[in-house]
């Protein structure tokens, strides 16, 4: 008898089908925590319609991982040089079974993430963890281990870890070619789905269309490609996901996505502040100012209970953490005094730390803060394309767009809203002094 195919209605992708299996995955305890979850923390205070949470983010996850598997492992898209290497295309049965561990993983990916999603996750998480470890104890535990041998197949916890988390986060468990290219569907740098459904929701629920592409053209013309040869003329051996070269505008409009995205709403300065007072506040709330890695009491927090003691903590001066509350509730956040500037970067990279540590002396810790994100190597990694001739290109090499699409940054200095102009007319006074070339420092 044929599995009940249960449908979830979603803004992004009209809607989201389960089977009864899948459904069990759905209805447990670690996933249904995410509807309580918000997927941009306090974004809404700036942008009021940014409420939706990691739930629904999620089902878009797998629904188009579930997309991308289908494209990349239909048997007419598959040169013989792959199959060689990818013999699990070959086999029914495996592409069956693994198409549902891509599925679930793609679905369990964010389990781990705390209240608030990121916006404190460094700081208030002890050393050595994160949410991709918290997600991997998840689908490890006793709970979801019993709905993952009670499935038709059986999966395997183990590959649902690896799917979930990407070699990256799971360095001590061993991923073979196959694997990785599953792995890259979700987490990957280029192509992930974690990414092209993060920026189309964020993008429909913020209303800022910057985030929008085309990513049905961009899902039909994905390959596992090998990649480009080397400088040297050899050929790498490992393949990967890459693009047909009608995809390339549609991955080039997926990078630009992603670039306008975080300059526009991921690093709004309004939203950055909200989240060091939000950190603020949790340092203090929090028993010993860290969130729990317990499982059971990692499942039990999600934003409301914060949200209750966020509001406590603001009425009560008494209470921990009461200053960064009252500033969130209130929306009496930390105006911007000083960001990042070329002509300042120039004569000195870490000119925001520099008025930093100035305005901290003049106007007192508590009152100023610093918000910084160096520039982090190339913006965005190379990936192969399948030209019409039926050679491999290098996509950098190939696009204007991507090889020169500017690296991401942030350098702001935030000070207390009653200082803020007495800072302003200091920092205008100051500047030329305090920003100078590092040789005379």
């Known amino acids: 008898m044929a599995k009940k195919i249960h449908e979830i209605r979603d ?34 205070l700036v942008y009021p319609a940014a409420t939706h949470k990691r739930f ?4 878009g996850v797998m629904e188009l991982a579930g997309r991308v598997f289908d494209v990349v492992t239909y048997k007419d898209s598959v040169s013989d040089p792959i199959r060689r290497s990818i013999p ?23 389990t781990g993430h705390l209240p608030f999603s990121h916006a404190a996750e ?31 197949p059986p999966l395997r916890p183990l590959d649902v870890v690896k799917l979930a988390v990407g070699p990256r986060e799971a360095t001590d468990l061993t991923f073979t070619t196959w694997e990785d290219i599953l792995a890259e569907i979700i987490v990957g740098d280029a192509f992930g789905v974690d990414r092209m459904d993060y920026l189309l929701r964020d993008s429909h629920h913020t209303g800022v269309a910057y985030g929008r592409f085309d990513h049905f053209r961009l899902i039909d013309t994905l390959r596992i490609l090998p990649p480009p040869s080397t400088a040297d003329g050899g050929a790498a051996t490992e393949p990967a996901l890459g693009v047909e070269e009608g995809g390339v505008h549609s991955a080039e409009a997926l990078m630009l996505a992603r670039y306008f995205m975080y300059t526009q709403v991921y ?57 960064a509350a009252r500033r969130i509730v209130e929306h009496q956040h930390f105006k911007v005094l000083y960001e990042r500037n070329p002509d300042d970067v ?46 491999i290109a290098s996509a950098v090499a190939l696009s204007d767009v991507l090889r020169n699409l500017p690296v991401l940054s ?31 420092q």
């Open 410 to 440: 942030v350098d702001f200095v935030f000070v207390a809203p009653e200082k803020w102009k007495d800072a302003e007319a200091w920092l205008r006074d100051k500047r030329a002094s305090l920003i100078q070339k590092k040789e005379t």
């Open 267 to 323: 690093f709004h300065a309004h939203r950055r502040v909200y989240d060091i007072h939000l950190k603020d506040f949790l340092a203090a709330w929090l028993d010993g100012g860290k969130f729990p890695t317990d499982l059971e009491k990692h499942l039990c927090g999600t934003d409301n209970e914060v949200y209750v003691g966020l509001l406590d903590a603001a009425r009560d001066p008494t209470k921990p953490g009461h200053e």
């Open 346 to 391: 120039a004569k000195d990279p870490e000119a925001g730390r520099a008025v930093f540590e100035a305005a901290a002396v003049a106007f007192g810790a508590e009152s100023v803060r610093h918000d910084r994100i160096p520039p982090k190597g190339e913006a965005v990694g190379d990936f192969p394309v399948l030209m019409k001739d039926g050679r």
């Open 88 to 110: 699990e295309i070959d086999d029914d049965d495996s592409l069956r079974y693994w198409r549902r561990v891509l599925r679930m993983a793609a679905l369990c990916h964010d």
């Open 11 to 44: 803004p992004i992708h009209v809607f989201v089908r389960l089977n009864s299996d899948e459904r069990k995955v759905l209805d447990s305890r670690p996933f249904q925590r995410l509807r309580h979850i918000h997927q941009l923390a306090l974004t809404s």
């Open 56 to 59: 629904e983010h999620s089902l």
């Open 122 to 152: 460094k700081e208030l998480l002890p050393a050595d963890w994160n949410h991709e470890r918290l997600t991997r104890e998840i689908i490890l535990s006793p709970e979801m281990k019993a709905i993952w041998e009670g499935m038709t």
